[in-house]
């Protein structure tokens, strides 16, 4: 771990020798402090509203941590997504799976300045690729909203099918959810035939 120094207190610490994912167009690595801004933004933005969203600045910010806070603890979260072009955060898309989660997901959430362009489906390739090469799972699920027709397309994109209501753990039961999903072996196969 290293940081900043300020005072007596060291911030900003980065998680040393986390993974980094280069598709295309996008680096996929873990969590840092700079990324914060951009992360605000996209969760003022009514866009959010699928995901928990809009929020506070405050609000963003506790939700913020979580990513990181699991990349510590459990050793793998969602990655933030850089566009390579730029340089921007642009979202977020990994492995994600908190306490009484109705799966092993891999779930998406980008800046509204990046919708459109495809990076949902670019980092979610990249991210369920990592996850059953690193994390032995043997499934990947998405929680969607119901109403949520984009993330639903980027669920088909993938090869993902509906699996039908979800359930996610109190106090994020009162939001109604989808599961979409598919199996190790569904996606293996799927991603043969698209090399062949």
């Known amino acids: ?53 809009p929020l506070l600045r405050g609000d ?10 699991a990349w ?21 898309g990994g492995p994600w799976q908190p306490d009484g989660w109705p799966g092993t997901e891999v779930g998406y959430s980008f800046h509204p300045d990046a919708w459109g362009k495809g990076y949902a489906t670019e980092t979610c390739t990249a991210a369920i690729d990592w996850a059953f090469d690193n994390l032995g799972w043997t499934e990947v699920i998405h929680c969607i909203a119901p109403a949520n027709t984009a993330s639903q397309a980027v669920a088909r994109r993938l090869g993902s099918r509906p699996r039908g209501p979800g359930t996610l753990p109190p106090p994020l039961d009162v939001h109604e959810v989808d599961i979409w999903g598919q199996t190790r072996e569904e996606w293996r196969a799927r991603r043969a035939g698209a090399a062949s």
């Open 60 to 69: 963003a910010w506790r939700r913020f941590l979580q990513m990181p806070g």
């Open 72 to 92: 510590l603890l459990q050793g793998f979260a969602m990655f933030s997504v850089v566009e390579k072009a730029s340089g921007l955060w642009v979202g977020q």
């Open 1 to 53: 771990m290293a940081g900043r120094k300020q005072g007596d207190f060291e911030v900003g610490l980065e998680i040393k020798d986390g993974p980094v994912i280069e598709t295309e167009r996008l680096i996929l690595r873990v969590p840092r402090i700079d990324d914060f801004e951009r992360y605000a933004e996209h969760f003022a933005h009514d866009g959010s509203r699928h995901i928990g969203g």
